[in-house]
Structure formats: C-alpha cells, structure tokens
C-alpha cells in the first residue's frame, strides 16, 4: 500500500505562483510513475503533468511551460511547481502513484484557487 499526502495549494491572484507538494509513505519502492491530476468545478479529471522513476515528465498543453513536476527521492516527495497562474487553473489537484504491478494510489486533493 502506499499513501499520499498533498499540501501547497491556496488562493492566489492570477500571474501568481504556487508549488504543491506530495508526500508519499509505505511500498514506496512499488511506485514507477507519479503525477497530478487536476479537476476543474463541474469538469471530470484531467492529468496535468507526470514524472517517472527515470525522472522524464510529460505535461498537459496547458500548463506546458509553466508549470514542473519534479521528485526528491530522498524525501520520498514530488512537487508541483506552477508558474504564471491563471483562472482556468482553478481546482483540486491530487496526487497519483502508479506502482509496478498498475496498482493506482490517490491523495485526498488539495484545493488550487486562482482569481482574476
């Protein structure tokens, strides 16, 4: 079992920044891919950006360029550092692991507000 734990988001003005943070605890050796996911209100839940134990990362069009994903391995945490935020950024965004055997883990969500 592995669980995760996100923090960082709040509300901030647009062209803000915020950087969210995962932690995850337990088979943590089971994990190859983490990510964040974010859902919009009224919207279904859509991937924003994923990082793989080899480190590569992959990012959805709308936030490519200012938004990065990274992971300290030491502190068994990845982030999510967005830049130049806007409206349409608004949302919970949740933590994923994937684990080797595609077992799918999920965080609680954190609440992400940009106002304009």
């Known amino acids: 079992q592995v669980q995760l734990v996100e923090s960082g988001g709040g509300l901030v003005q647009a062209g803000g920044s915020l950087r969210l943070s995962c932690a995850a605890s337990?088979?943590?050796?089971?994990?190859?891919?983490m990510g964040w996911y974010r859902q919009a209100p009224g919207k279904q839940r859509d991937l924003v950006a994923v990082?793989?134990?080899?480190?590569?990362?992959n990012y959805a069009g709308s936030v490519k360029g200012r938004f990065t994903i990274s992971r300290d391995n030491a502190k068994n945490t990845v982030y999510l550092q967005m830049n130049s935020l806007k409206p349409e950024d608004t949302g919970v965004y949740s933590c994923n692991a994937v684990s080797y055997s595609t077992v799918y883990y999920w965080g609680k969500g954190t609440l992400v507000t940009v106002s304009s």
């Open positions: 990082i793989t134990a080899e480190n590569r990362t």
């Open positions: 337990g088979s943590i050796s089971s994990i190859t891919l």
